[in-house]
């Protein structure tokens, strides 16, 4: 592991590469989930690398949609497992949701290492090795378990690939998804996209759950419906323009403020 000095300018996006190349060594997190994270730090770039305030609602949202369900699954991938192991097993504690490892590359490996390394960090159970293909879908994440994903009533996907989600929302399970990529696939198909890193989204998520957790069901229950997803996308791609415009302005050395 590179040593990354902590008063580096970029030192969260530099050890999150390590988290996720330490990944790779230990054979959870795929090759191409390299590129993947690649991808996702242009996004946070873009957006500013905080979460903007549409996220933090997301991911509020998101937490009400987790307690409400009847049956909430977290489905881990190999990227997710890389940067938030710990973290993942503590929402899937506190909001009662099972974990459940689903790949796009799967291999039986690779499903076994991420297993260890949740339970490493806390989780009694984890589903996945028993999956089989109960989704209508001609890859591997076709693959799920019978009393995790496919009987979900909601299903959390941080990090997804695109058609499965569409799956998902076809087979009436309501999708929560994290994206940094607001025109994904994914962040258009997901009914509660989080536009935001998963390293600070599921930290911000834990925090607010004493918030919600005792909540009558009604209250909860209008908090969701009042939410419109599209508002949230529009309002991380209005954030992308807004900082886009002000580094252009900065380099033209035009102040934003004069009239
Ligand atoms: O472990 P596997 O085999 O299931 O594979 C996992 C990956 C992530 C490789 C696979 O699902 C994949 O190829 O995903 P995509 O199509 O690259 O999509 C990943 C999305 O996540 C992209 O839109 C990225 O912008 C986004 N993303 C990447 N890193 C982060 C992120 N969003 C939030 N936080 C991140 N840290």
Known sequence: M?????????????????????GVEKGMTSRQGLIAQGRGEAFDYLIGENTTEG???????????LLLAENP?????????????????????????K????????????????????KENGADVVLGENAEPLLPLEHERAKVERDGIFDADVVFVPLEDGDRCQVLTDMKKLVIAIDLNPLSRTAQTAHVSIVDNLKRALPNMIDMIPEFRNMNEEDLWEIVDAYDNN???MDAIETMKENLTAKQNEILGIDEDSD
């Open 231 to 233: 508002v949230v996308l």
């Open 99 to 118: 974990l459940e490892v689903n790949l796009f590359h799967r291999t039986d490996e690779r499903v076994k290492k991420i297993i260890g390394e949740l």
């Open 2 to 22: 590179t040593e990354i000095p902590k008063n580096h300018p970029r030192y969260e996006s530099l050890m999150a590469r390590e988290q996720i190349v330490a």
């Open 55 to 65: 996220a933090a609602y997301a991911e509020a949202v998101a937490v009400c949609l």
């Open 73 to 97: 699954v977290i489905s881990v991938n190999g990227n997710a497992a890389a940067l938030a192991a710990a973290e993942l097993v503590m929402l899937s504690q506190l909001t009662g949701a």
